[in-house]
C-alpha cells in the first residue's frame, strides 16, 4: 500500500481543500484518504510536501497525431503508421507530464489512437489514459477530410457509425461545420443536413456510444442540439465579420434560446480555450471576437450550461501537447471561478466523458491519478503549471519536463 501524504487536497467535487491529507492507493485505486496527515504501518510513504493533490486532469479534446508544428497536417499526410504512432506516443508523454492523466482523442488516421489506448492501458507510465474517437465523420473536403472520415448521406453516415462502434471507439465525433485547420472548409456554416445529424445520433446510440459535435458557429450549434448531440466541441458561437470596417459586429452571436436547449437537454460545451503564451498576436478578427468571447462565457454560466475543459492540443505551435494546464487558467481568465475550472478538468469532464466511475475525483474506489502542484489553485488558478508529482494509477510517472 502507497501512502501519499501532502499538505493539501482538492478531490475533484467538494467546495474546499481537505488539509495535511494521507491518500493511500493500492492495486492502483484509492483505497481511503485520511485527513491529519496520519500513516498507517506499513505503508510505503511518499511525503511530497508542501503541495496540493489534485485530480490527475482529463483533457476533453486533444489531437495526438497532430505534432503542433507549424505544418501539423502536412507532416501527419507525410508520416507512415508507425513515424506516427511513435509522435502520438510522444505526445502522450507530454500531456501526462503536464498533469493530464485522461486524454479524449477526437481525430486520429486509422483509428491509431486505438492502439495507444492498448498500449497505456497495459502500461499506465506509458501515457495516459485514452479514450478514441477515431477518424471524425466529414464529408468529401470537409474539416480534417484528410483523416479518411468522410461519409455523406443518412445511409453513409449510418454505417460510418457502425464502423466506429465495430472498431471499438468511445465517443463518435461529427464534423458539424468546418473549421480553420483545413483550408476551403467554413467554420461558419453547417456540412450536415438535420437528417444527417439526426442518424449519427441515433445510430451512435444505438450502440451505446455518445456522440460529439465540431462546432464554431451559432448555426453549427443549434443543428447539433436540435439533433440530439451530447456534447458540443468549441461551441463558441462565432459568425462572419464580412466587413472590417463596421465595428459593431463582433463575430459572436450567443443566442440565448440555445444555450436553455442546452442546459434542459444536459447538452455539454467543451471548451478549448487558452494557449501558450508568446504566440504570434491573434488576427484582427480573432482580436476583435475577444470582448464577445467573454461576454457569450458570461451567458453560458448565466444560462447553467455544463462546461468542460479540452485543450485542442496539437493543432497549432501554440497549442503544444502538454499545454492543457493553459486551458484551465483561460477559464478563469473568461471569468470562471478557480473551482468551477478546476471543476470543468476533473470531475466535470471525467462525467461528461463517461468515466466518472474511476476518473476526476480522489475517493475510495476512484484510479490513483493524482497530479501535485505547489500552492493553492484554488487561491491561485495559476499554480496548475507547477506540477511537482504525476502519479498515474498509483505510479510516480512525472512532470519530466513541466510546461
Do not use: N
Not at 461558419?188 to 444505438?206: G, K, P, W
Not at 436553455?260 to 494557449?275: E, K, P
Not at 453560458?300 to 499545454?323: N, T, Y
Amino acid at each position: 500500500m502507497l501512502a501519499i501524504r501532502a499538505a493539501k487536497l482538492f478531490d475533484g467535487i467538494g467546495p474546499g481543500l481537505v488539509e495535511r491529507p494521507v491518500v493511500l492507493a493500492e492495486g492502483g485505486r484509492v483505497v481511503a484518504v485520511h485527513p491529519g496527515g496520519s500513516v498507517p504501518a506499513g505503508a510505503e510513504l511518499l511525503d511530497l510536501g508542501d503541495v496540493t493533490l489534485l485530480p490527475g486532469f482529463v483533457d476533453t479534446h486533444v489531437h495526438l497525431a497532430f505534432d503542433a508544428s507549424d505544418d501539423a497536417v502536412g507532416r501527419l499526410r507525410r508520416a507512415d503508421d508507425e513515424e506516427l504512432l511513435d509522435r502520438m506516443r510522444e505526445a502522450g508523454r507530454a500531456a501526462l507530464a503536464a498533469g493530464v492523466t485522461t486524454v479524449r482523442d477526437l481525430g486520429d488516421r486509422g483509428y491509431l489512437a486505438l492502439r495507444v489506448r492498448e498500449e497505456t492501458a497495459k502500461d499506465p507510465t506509458a501515457g495516459p489514459t485514452v479514450l478514441a474517437s477515431g477518424p471524425p465523420i466529414t464529408t468529401a473536403r470537409g474539416h480534417c477530410w484528410f483523416l479518411g472520415g468522410r461519409a455523406e448521406g443518412v445511409d453513409a453516415i449510418r454505417a460510418a457509425v457502425r464502423e466506429r462502434a465495430e472498431r471499438g471507439v468511445d465517443v463518435v465525433k461529427v464534423m458539424v461545420t468546418g473549421g480553420d485547420l483545413t483550408p476551403g472548409s467554413d467554420p461558419f456554416h453547417v456540412q450536415y443536413s438535420h437528417a444527417e445529424l439526426l442518424a449519427a445520433v441515433r445510430e451512435a446510440h444505438r450502440h451505446g456510444l455518445p456522440v460529439t459535435a465540431h462546432a464554431h458557429s451559432a448555426a453549427g450549434i443549434a443543428g447539433a442540439v436540435a439533433a440530439g448531440f451530447d456534447m458540443v466541441e468549441h461551441c463558441f458561437f462565432v459568425t462572419e465579420i464580412t466587413d472590417e470596417s463596421d465595428e459593431t459586429d463582433t463575430g459572436v452571436d450567443y443566442d440565448r434560446r440555445i444555450l436553455d436547449d442546452m442546459v434542459r437537454l444536459g447538452v455539454v460545451a467543451s471548451l478549448t480555450l487558452g494557449a501558450l503564451p508568446g504566440g504570434p498576436p491573434p488576427p484582427p478578427r480573432i482580436a476583435r471576437r475577444l470582448p464577445g468571447l467573454v461576454a457569450g462565457m458570461a451567458a453560458m454560466r448565466e444560462a447553467g450550461v455544463g462546461v468542460v475543459c479540452g485543450s485542442d492540443s496539437g493543432i497549432f505551435p501554440v497549442k503544444a501537447h502538454g499545454s492543457h494546464p493553459y486551458s484551465v487558467v483561460a477559464m478563469a481568465d473568461m471569468g470562471f471561478g478557480p473551482l468551477e475550472a478546476l471543476r470543468a478538468a476533473t470531475s466535470a469532464a471525467a462525467r461528461a466523458c463517461g468515466v466518472a466511475c474511476r476518473k476526476g475525483c480522489i475517493a475510495p474506489g476512484f484510479d490513483a491519478d493524482i497530479v501535485a502542484v505547489a500552492g493553492d489553485p484554488l487561491a491561485d488558478i495559476t499554480a496548475v503549471h507547477a506540477v511537482t508529482a504525476v502519479l498515474r494509477e498509483g505510479r510516480r510517472v512525472g512532470p519530466e519536463k513541466p510546461l
